[in-house]
């Protein structure tokens, strides 16, 4: 009953949080790296979603002014993940205004605490596992020549993502600063492993899938004998002389199926010896290279154009194809 009594008193002194204001928090929120910058960083997409709170609890220009300031310091994290320590901050802001003993230093201590831990586990969940899984399904689609693709995986992605900040902000705003506590026990990092093994897992999944190599380099040329491949001449015969009967197509129907050669000389390439080895074994050593070259910290950029260079000089060479 007291708690009623006190939220009631809060409603009408102005010092609580409406719903609207949470929701203008929530939609300000998707703007967090709008003003990006290099000594902050996500600073001012922060501040900017903290205004409806700031404006709602403090009606005096001066607290105004020293609550913005508070909330422009550095932090940076996962776009994402950063509704919950919004949510945790617009609670110690509300208590703030209603007389609790909250330091400046307080405030910022528990957004930067937060701030590394979550960032942790939004980028294996969402960049690692979310997005390329979605991705591929929607690309699949969209290859296929389903215009729903790139439709589902632009409504899909937002309805996800806009779901997650509202109710992630709504759990730190509810918690508050007891959601700390549940951050702890190893619980965070056994997230993060779990998240990292899946998204290591989808990656390599899709690595053969969106990465093609072909190499037509001719190892050998073998004479089959007569009955033991589909005689493509005789076919083109048949057609040209109009006497292709049912027969003939059942019979190279059954050819194909039972994948016999088309034509008299069976030629292996060097891309035919790959794939009976290990399919996709050329992308995923691929993989590895640049991997590698990441670890060495060569720059993304160079990597890429050395990928195009070698690319095309093996394509001149007749290497790929």
């Given at each position: 009953?007291?708690?009623?009594?006190?939220?009631?008193?809060?409603?009408?002194?102005?010092?609580?949080?409406?719903?609207?204001?949470?929701?203008?928090?929530?939609?300000?929120?998707?703007?967090?790296?709008?003003?990006?910058?290099y000594?902050?960083?996500?600073?001012?997409?922060w501040?900017?979603?903290?205004?409806?709170?700031?404006?709602?609890?403090?009606?005096?220009?001066?607290?105004?002014a020293?609550?913005?300031?508070?909330?422009?310091?550095?932090?940076?994290?996962?776009?994402?993940?950063?509704?919950p320590?919004?949510?945790v901050?617009?609670?110690?802001?509300?208590?703030?205004?209603?007389?609790?003993?909250?330091?400046?230093?307080?405030?910022?201590?528990?957004?930067?605490?937060?701030?590394?831990?979550?960032?942790?586990?939004?980028?294996?969940?969402?960049?690692?596992?979310?997005?390329?899984?979605?991705?591929?399904?929607?690309?699949?689609?969209?290859?296929?020549?389903?215009?729903?693709?790139?439709?589902?995986?632009?409504?899909?992605?937002?309805?996800?993502?806009?779901?997650?900040?509202?109710?992630?902000?709504?759990?730190?705003?509810?918690?508050?600063?007891?959601?700390?506590?549940?951050?702890?026990?190893?619980?965070?990092?056994?997230?993060?492993?779990?998240?990292?093994?899946?998204?290591?897992?989808?990656?390599?999944?899709?690595?053969?899938?969106?990465?093609?190599?072909?190499?037509?380099?001719?190892?050998?040329?073998?004479?089959?004998?007569?009955?033991?491949?589909?005689?493509?001449?005789?076919?083109?015969?048949?057609i040209?002389?109009?006497?292709?009967?049912?027969?003939?197509?059942?019979?190279?129907?059954?050819?194909i199926?039972?994948?016999?050669?088309?034509?008299?000389?069976?030629?292996?390439?060097?891309?035919?010896?790959?794939?009976q080895?290990?399919?996709?074994?050329?992308?995923?050593?691929?993989?590895?290279?640049?991997?590698?070259?990441?670890?060495?910290?060569?720059?993304?950029?160079?990597?890429?154009?050395?990928?195009?260079?070698?690319?095309?000089?093996?394509?001149?060479?007749?290497?790929?194809?």
């Amino acid at each position: 009953m007291n708690d009623e009594v006190q939220e009631v008193q809060a409603q009408q002194t102005g010092n609580h949080l409406t719903k609207g204001d949470r929701r203008a928090t929530w939609w300000r929120s998707t703007f967090l790296q709008a003003a990006w910058n290099y000594e902050r960083m996500q600073n001012v997409g922060w501040a900017y979603s903290m205004v409806p709170t700031i404006k709602r609890l403090y009606k005096t220009k001066e607290d105004r002014a020293a609550a913005l300031k508070r909330h422009l310091e550095f932090f940076n994290t996962h776009p994402y993940v950063a509704s919950p320590i919004l949510g945790v901050e617009m609670a110690m802001e509300e208590q703030k205004a209603n007389g609790a003993e909250i330091d400046d230093d307080a405030i910022n201590s528990v957004k930067v605490g937060m701030m590394g831990p979550l960032a942790g586990v939004g980028d294996p969940i969402w960049w690692g596992t979310v997005r390329p899984v979605l991705g591929a399904f929607a690309a699949g689609m969209a290859q296929s020549g389903q215009i729903l693709g790139p439709i589902i995986f632009f409504l899909v992605w937002n309805i996800m993502r806009m779901a997650f900040l509202w109710y992630t902000q709504e759990l730190g705003y509810r918690e508050g600063t007891n959601i700390t506590e549940n951050l702890g026990g190893g619980m965070m990092q056994k997230l993060t492993t779990g998240a990292s093994i899946l998204g290591m897992f989808i990656m390599g999944v899709l690595v053969p899938r969106w990465t093609t190599m072909n190499f037509p380099m001719v190892i050998s040329e073998v004479k089959l004998q007569k009955g033991g491949y589909i005689d493509t001449n005789a076919l083109a015969t048949q057609i040209n002389n109009g006497n292709l009967d049912a027969k003939t197509i059942s019979d190279v129907v059954s050819g194909i199926q039972a994948k016999q050669n088309l034509g008299a000389v069976k030629i292996t390439t060097v891309q035919d010896t790959l794939n009976q080895l290990i399919p996709g074994l050329a992308p995923l050593l691929l993989m590895f290279v640049v991997l590698w070259l990441l670890r060495k910290n060569v720059s993304p950029i160079v990597i890429i154009f050395g990928l195009f260079a070698v690319g095309i000089l093996a394509y001149a060479l007749g290497i790929m194809a």
